[in-house]
């Protein structure tokens, strides 16, 4: 087969173009800047120069392709200027789907999230369920605008299958969980919440093949969740330090960052505040973002590995390269 790809440079979609180049697959994948692109043409993907606002470019990707894969996505929180979640994830997703329209794709598979439903309030709900009210982060209303438009285009024809994950980790992880996890794993110890904000964790190696998995055998217009197992920011990192031998995360009260962030809400609006400090990203990290994988277990056969298996290998890998 013949797949196309969005977000191939990042965290998600290089692993994905690895596993379909390993099963054969051939890959074309866009990209901004094909001299930063080298990695993938390494592997021998092919390389088509444009961006999400480039109409022709997303036309000249989609030529004689089987499948395509729209990973491509803005994830950033406590942001002063949020315009770019706006650009990318919302007018770029109609854009390709636009295009893809266009060529008649015989296939696509619609990367969304978990994020969509915001604090789901520690209830763990399925793909019927629909959030109602305000968003958390600017991140989550702008991926909840784009899986509208995703639905709306299935609805309207294009053979479009929706994959939620929910909190990706791994090797390369270039986000803020990222970050977290090289801290721990070096021995320095960031503080993090001691309770509230679980969330969903499925390392990256099984989100692509779940992508992989709902582009086979996923039926068009249907959804699924791509949860891995539940946790919070604070237990997850516990588990790094004990895997890397290191003394873990502070554990701060809830309560305190609850306060912190009411202290920062006026002063964020005035100068910029360090991602870690502001607002937004206080009351994401303290928000349940909780789903189930029954559905994706039982119609793609997507089986995640275990958080303590997946954190080992992930603190092996950095440290190599610590």
């Given at each position: ?127 019927t369920y629909e ?17 509208a438009i995703a ?101 701060v009260p809830p ?68």
């Amino acid at each position: 087969m013949r797949y196309a790809l969005t977000g191939a440079t990042g965290f998600l979609g290089g692993e994905l173009v690895r596993q379909l180049v390993d099963a054969g697959h051939d890959v074309v994948a866009l990209v901004r800047s094909p001299a930063r692109a080298g990695r993938l043409e390494a592997i021998g993907a092919d390389l088509v120069e444009g961006d999400l606002g480039d109409s022709r470019a997303l036309d000249r990707l989609l030529v004689e392709v089987d499948g395509l894969f729209h990973v491509a996505g803005w994830y950033r929180l406590g942001q002063r200027d949020p315009s770019p979640g706006q650009r990318t994830n919302v007018e770029g997703t109609r854009n390709v789907l636009l295009a893809a329209q266009r060529a008649a794709t015989p296939k696509v598979v619609y990367t969304s999230t978990l994020a969509v439903n915001s604090d789901t309030g520690g209830r763990f709900v399925d793909e019927t369920y629909e959030h109602v009210g305000s968003h958390l982060s600017e991140y989550d209303r702008t991926k909840a605008a784009a899986h509208a438009i995703a639905k709306q285009f299935a609805a309207d024809g294009l053979p479009l299958v929706i994959v939620m994950p929910g909190v990706i980790y791994g090797p390369g992880d270039t986000s803020q969980v990222g970050d977290l996890v090289e801290r721990v794993v070096a021995g320095r110890r960031p503080q993090v919440p001691s309770a509230g904000g679980r969330l969903t964790w499925a390392h990256v190696s099984d989100v692509a093949r779940g992508h992989l998995l709902a582009m086979e055998r996923g039926t068009s217009g249907e959804t699924y969740m791509l949860a891995g197992d539940p946790a919070t920011v604070g237990e997850l990192l516990v588990h790094v330090g004990e895997a890397a031998g290191t003394k873990g995360p502070v554990l701060v009260p809830p309560g305190v960052l609850r306060l912190t962030a009411r202290i920062m809400t006026p002063v964020a609006r005035l100068v910029p505040v360090p991602a870690t400090y502001h607002p937004e990203t206080i009351r994401a990290v303290l928000a349940d973002y909780l789903g189930v994988r029954a559905k994706a277990e039982r119609e793609l056969g997507w089986h995640p590995r275990g958080i303590h298996e997946g954190v080992a290998q992930t603190v092996a890998h950095l440290r190599e390269r610590l």
